[in-house]
């Protein structure tokens, strides 16, 4: 077909003129267009984080040997000192293993059968199972290794076992400590972490808990009752003289309990930054000020302030402001350490005495009493200008979280203890404790 010049010319014209405007309109539809978003950077190891979080775990290892060791070995007769040092250094070696095994998993990892994430964790972190030196806990937010966070919440779980110790204090077999401990870090102390602080029920409803009121102090308090219980009293309970036997030993293990406690609760925010540092002040606040207030109560209704006294007041704030230490103004915690003093030493030394239980060097009076106190003050005194989440604190929250730990703790502690009956038995004859647990169980004596 011959089409005349002209009409070519127009067409060619026109088709450029065409393509022009189509050039110009994708040129301002791109310039309308939102740009797209940035990629999200990766987390990158926060290393001021990281150093804090180092020395945070040593700090509370710190906590059990040599302090709770020495704190428990001071106050018992000078023929038990052994086995109460060697109960803290076994369950530390015990609890390491565990947990390293498969108690971080089952506390701090997502359960994968339907309905159990609430109250267990899992199985993919059994033997540390997928962690390497750049895996990060909390990427974006803490990013610290997660090797150091699992250090971290190992020497939580080891403690928490320990304090047991102390309430069945000079009569219990080694063997059957050995197996109950096992047990009861997988039943009992895994399961109620993994509540509060892996995502369990207790955090969905909103129960606060800063660094260890509840998993920890009430946990250890109240399985400590039960052994007192289900074991019975010491031969001559009563009638003999079981006064301590090296208060300074005492001292010294109170004194590193104080200064390792930064670790536990400052060290509880995972961070180096204002909240750890206000966690740090609430601690030395409420402690000083228990340590006072049980003080000057003995002093007024026992006549005389003692050593024993000021020490045990001191452990009483550090464990009440436990769990509201990061949660409450300095103000708060004075309150807090004032009533955890004058509280704990009723319950440890009228209460118990007028019951007529022997819980030995206090564990329930002072660990669970206190920490009860403690979470309940946690829910009245959390200032959301200090943690936001205090904004939506309450003392029926706390409540909730109390009853649940305490009936999980003390039904699953007196069924372990049983089946540990069955199997080795809980207490040394009459002959061996009377002697000491020193020579009769370890064959070792302090010259």
Known sequence: MNIPSTLKTTGRAAASLALVALSTAAAFAQEAAP???????????????????????????????????????????????????????????????????????LAFTTNDSAGLNSYVGGLSRFFHHGITVSTLWLPGVANIPEFVFSMFQMTFAIITPALIAGAFAERMKFSALLIFMGLWLVFVYAPIAHWVWGGGFLATA?????????????????????????LGKREGYGTTNMAPHNLVYSVIGASLLWVGWFGFNAGSELAADGLAGAAMM?????????????????????????????????VAGLVAVTPASGFVNPTGAFIIGIIAGVVCYISAVKIKHALGYDDSLDAFGVHGVGGIVGALLTGALADPTINALGKDASVGKQIYGIVFTILWTAIATFVILYIVKALVGLRPSTQEEVEGLDVTLHGEVVP
């Open 282 to 314: 609430n601690t030395q606040v409420a402690t000083a000020a228990a340590a006072l207030a049980w003080m000057f109560a003995e002093w007024i209704v026992a006549k005389k302030p003692s050593v024993l006294g000021i020490i045990s007041g001191a």
């Open 206 to 230: 909103g129960v606060l808990d800063f660094a260890g009121g509840t998993v920890v102090h009430i946990n250890a308090g109240v399985a400590g009752l039960v052994c007192a219980l289900v």
């Open 35 to 105: 740009a797209a978003a940035p990629a999200a950077p990766t987390p990158v190891l926060d290393t001021g984080n990281t150093a804090w979080m180092l020395t945070s775990t040593a700090l509370v290892l710190m906590m059990t040997i040599p302090g709770l060791a020495l704190f428990y070995g001071g106050m018992v007769r000078k023929k038990n000192v052994l086995a109460t040092i060697m109960q803290s250094f076994a369950i530390t070696c015990l609890v390491t293993v565990l947990w390293f095994m498969f108690g971080y998993s």
